[in-house]
Nanobody, 127 residues
Framework: QVQLVESGGGLVQAGGSLRLSCAASGRTFSNYAMGWFRQALGKEREFVAAISRSGEGTYYTDSVKGRFTISRDNAKNRVYLQMNSLKPEDTAVYYC????????????????????WGQGTQVTVSS
């Protein structure tokens, strides 16, 4: 099991930026593909971004392409989500997730492909 702790959320005005960080422990971090998901109040959890265990593969949901960037530092056991040009509709609790991967280029976009989840960090974007 991988333990995940998110940080970096907060309140920001529309057009602003935030950088989320997720610290992992418990297993060999570089064996896991990582993802960021979000859940707005009253809505289902949705995929935001994913990165392969090597970092060579990344994928984004359409609504964040060009604004968000996912990255990882396997030496520090961390995954990041840089969020720029934030919009009020980005307001949600953001979760990082870990899924065991057997290829350096694999990443996952479905919640069921991830085994371990953090507790989430709130991001609020005011208009």
């Amino acid at each position: 099991q991988v333990q995940l702790v998110e940080s970096g959320g907060g309140l920001v005005q529309a057009g602003g930026s935030l950088r989320l960080s997720c610290a992992a422990s418990g297993r060999t971090f570089s064996n896991y593909a990582m993802g960021w998901f979000r859940q707005a109040l009253g809505k289902e959890r949705e995929f935001v971004a994913a990165i392969s265990r090597s970092g060579e593969g990344t994928y984004y949901t359409d609504s964040v392409k060009g604004r968000f960037t996912i990255s990882r530092d396997n030496a520090k056991n961390r995954v990041y989500l840089q969020m720029n040009s934030l919009k009020p509709e980005d307001t949600a609790v953001y979760y990082c997730a870990a899924g065991r991967a057997y290829s350096g280029s694999h990443y996952y976009t479905n919640t069921g492909q991830y085994n371990d989840w953090g507790q989430g960090t709130q991001v609020t974007v005011s208009s």
